[in-house]
């Protein structure tokens, strides 16, 4: 079976700072992954995507990046966090980009200080 | 503009009885997937529907691509179906998961 696990579960961290947020994917090989943020009280948003290791799509600028150095690993990271960099982090992954279900992890919880 | 509009935005229940969440999509939707975030933020996949209805236990879903709607229903509420549940839309243009908003359920005892 799959397993999907996400890493910090929580973060508080100064603006200015630095983030790497961790995802990573057991049990399947060459999944699609995702990483969605969700505002406090809002709704999710795909931030970025990847279809295989070393290939990265970002959906919305936030002033953050992406990576997949493995495949079954995604970060998510800043050099310099901002105020509005907080929120709720999740990473998905689907079998298929096109018309296949996600599975997402616990998610992360980050609070920008 | 948003590409899913979910309603109602807060619901309460009481135990036993039951109700419907809506989302009515603005553009031509593959498939749409209703979750359930729960008190910690996790995410519970409830359906994934590329058209037609579903059904797990007292919890039933539709997918209408033509008319662009899906709805989700929830029968005989206990207190553990209280949280937030979100419909999202994959999009078959751009091959990504667009959220509603969400509806907080609140089941009372």
């Known amino acids: 079976a799959q397993t999907i696990h996400q890493w910090p579960v929580a973060e508080i961290k100064a603006v200015g700072s630095p983030l790497s947020l961790g995802c990573t994917i057991k049990?399947?090989?060459?999944?699609?992954l995702y990483w969605y943020w969700q505002a406090t009280g809002g709704t999710l948003q795909q931030l970025f995507y990847?279809?295989?290791?070393?290939?990265v799509e970002s959906v919305v600028q936030l002033n953050l990046s992406a990576s997949r150095p493995k495949d079954d690993q995604f970060i998510l990271s800043t050099e310099k966090l901002l105020l509005s960099h907080s929120g709720f982090y999740l990473c998905?992954?689907?079998?298929?980009?096109?018309?296949?279900?996600?599975?997402f992890g616990s998610g992360t919880r980050l609070l920008v200080i | 503009g948003d590409q899913v509009e979910q309603s109602p935005s807060a619901l309460s229940l009481h135990e036993g009885t039951g109700s419907a969440l809506r989302c009515n999509f603005t553009?031509?939707?593959?498939?749409v997937q209703w979750f359930q975030q729960n008190s910690r933020g996790s995410l519970i996949n409830l359906f994934y529907?590329?058209?037609g209805t579903k059904e797990n236990g007292r919890l039933k879903s539709t997918f209408n691509s033509k008319e662009s709607y899906s709805t989700l229903h929830i029968r005989d509420a206990q207190l553990e179906d209280s949280g937030t549940y979100f419909c999202?839309?994959?999009?078959?243009?751009?091959?990504?998961?667009?959220f509603g908003k969400g509806t907080s359920l609140t089941v009372i005892p």
């Open positions: 998905a992954w689907s079998l298929y980009r096109a018309n296949s279900d996600y599975t």
């Open positions: 049990g399947k090989s060459s999944p699609n």
């Open positions: 990847s279809i295989t290791v070393g290939q």
């Open positions: 553009t031509t939707m593959r498939a």
């Open positions: 529907l590329a058209s």
């Open positions: 999202a839309g994959l999009n078959t243009g751009y091959q990504n998961f667009y």
